[in-house]
């Protein structure tokens, strides 16, 4: 069965630092997200990504964060410079096409602690 | 403004009974709903959708009820069994925005079967 993936699981980083998160979304989708949820909290929209731009963001999503799909199969988070409330698991996400009763699949996660 | 949240926390069933989690949003705009599953350590799991045009729709030992009058959804379980526990969210979309497909997803509810 097809699937996301997400890597690293787990990352470590300083405040103020750059981080790259990585994500292989479903070959065949079109349709990008990234998602975070803060420990015991809910899940939160960051940003949709479709035709090689951003289509959506949230109001969490400033310009510390972007975006990019370097390539045909890798769609990238990068946070610049890395806050402590930014510690949180960052769920990618993509969906085959935009229509009503459309099913995202989601990535297993990578959770970002910043110390 | 839109928001989906959740009545119940933390739900414990016994093994075998039925288990119903309750979900509010605010958006009446929206017209496309979604339970997920999320088991620790994991990305959130599609269960069930449902389109504003039904008021129920079922799957394998899960159904779904919405009521748009009162703005509630609900997810019932049948015969839950242990691998059943998990956090379940719902989550709402407006699908006929032209770009983006961005989930709001309520506060998450616990169930804790028991055996």
């Known amino acids: 069965e097809p699937e996301v993936t997400q890597t690293p699981s787990h990352q470590v980083t300083q405040m103020g630092q750059e981080v790259i998160l990585r994500c292989v979304p479903i070959s065949n989708h079109l349709y990008f997200y990234w998602y975070r949820q803060i420990l015991g909290q809910k899940v939160e929209f960051l940003v949709s990504f479709y035709n090689n731009e951003i289509s959506e963001k949230s109001e969490i999503f400033d310009d510390q964060f972007s975006v990019e799909r370097p390539d045909g199969s890798n769609f990238t988070l990068k946070i610049r410079s890395t806050k402590l409330e930014d510690s949180a698991m960052y769920f990618c996400?993509?969906?085959?096409?935009?229509?009503?009763?459309?099913?995202?699949?989601f990535g297993q996660g990578t959770r970002l602690t910043v110390v | 403004g839109e928001s989906v949240g959740l009545h119940l926390p933390t739900l414990s069933v016994q093994e075998g009974d039925n288990s119903i989690i309750n979900c509010a949003y605010s958006n009446s705009a929206s017209d496309y709903f979604i339970w997920y599953k999320q088991e620790s350590g994991k990305g959130p799991q599609f269960i069930i959708d449902?389109?504003?045009?039904?008021d129920k729709r079922q799957g394998q030992r899960v159904t779904v009820l919405l009521n748009k009058t009162v703005k509630h959804l609900s997810l019932q379980i049948a015969a839950t069994q242990p691998g059943d526990s998990a956090v379940y969210f719902c989550?709402?979309?407006?699908?006929?925005?032209?770009?983006?497909?961005?989930?709001?997803f309520g506060g998450g509810t616990r169930v804790l079967v028991k055996p």
């Open positions: 989550a709402e979309n407006v699908s006929f925005k032209a770009a983006g497909n961005k989930l709001t």
């Open positions: 996400a993509s969906s085959e096409a935009l229509r009503t009763g459309l099913e995202a699949f």
């Open positions: 449902i389109r504003s045009n039904m």
